[in-house]
T-cell receptor
């Protein structure tokens, strides 16, 4: 079955540590996204990528980094510079919305990150 | 610029009652509109979407939404609520030539027995 896989489902980070969240898709989608979800705030875009080896900052990119070396993979690193990283992180993919904006986003099951 | 406003962060209905979740959008060009549902600790799942054509859109699980351009609205309805409908619902908008999908803040639906 095609879909998006995020791992791990739960992640605990100590103060000052970098952690990497994994996101893999087998939908052959060009575009991939990372969102952060906090209670009552909806989804906020962290980074997005339209094609391999290219990515753009979203609305809240500070303290995060990404890479897009393969079409299927879009890992997110939460760095120590992110002062309040505790949140639910969602990865999504879609066909390139600039050429096909009617296409919906497909979401992974999320990773819940907690700072301990 | 585009934006989405969902009226009411929490909505509570009795089982069997009408569900109405409100969504208003702003867009300078014809929008594409989506409703997603999220169950606890899970990702978002598409309920339905409006692109072009018929303004009344039917989705999964008995939900439907009507695009009203004059009111810039895309409200989500279901005639009879079921306990399994308890979840958070997000309205979203995108547009031709735009890259980002804009999500509303979400409405949490509670269903009382």
């Amino acid at each position: 079955d095609g879909g998006i896989t995020q791992s791990p489902k739960y992640l605990f980070r100590k103060e000052g540590q970098n952690v990497t969240l994994s996101c893999e898709q087998n939908l052959n989608h060009d575009a991939m996204y990372w969102y952060r979800q906090d209670p009552g705030q909806g989804l906020r875009l962290i980074y997005y990528s339209q094609i391999v080896n290219d990515f753009q900052k979203g609305d809240i990119a500070e303290g995060y980094s990404v890479s897009r070396e393969k079409k299927e993979s879009f890992p997110l690193t939460v760095t120590s510079a992110q002062k309040n990283p505790t949140a639910f992180y969602l990865c999504a993919s879609s066909i390139d919305p600039t050429t096909a904006p009617k296409g919906e986003a497909f979401f992974g099951q999320g990773t819940r990150l907690t700072v301990v | 610029a585009q934006s989405v406003t969902q009226l009411g962060s929490h909505v509570s209905v009795s089982e069997g009652a009408l569900v109405l979740l409100r969504c208003n959008y702003s867009s300078s060009v014809p929008p594409y509109l989506f409703w997603y549902v999220q169950y606890p600790n899970q990702g978002l799942q598409l309920l339905l979407k409006y692109t072009t054509g018929a303004t009344l859109v039917k989705g999964i699980n008995g939900f439907e939404a009507e695009f009203k351009k004059s009111e810039t609205s895309f409200h989500l309805t279901k005639p009879s609520a079921h306990m399994s409908d308890a979840a958070e619902y997000f309205c979203a908008v995108s547009r031709t030539g735009g890259f980002k999908t804009i999500f509303g803040a979400g409405t949490r639906l509670f269903v009382k027995a």
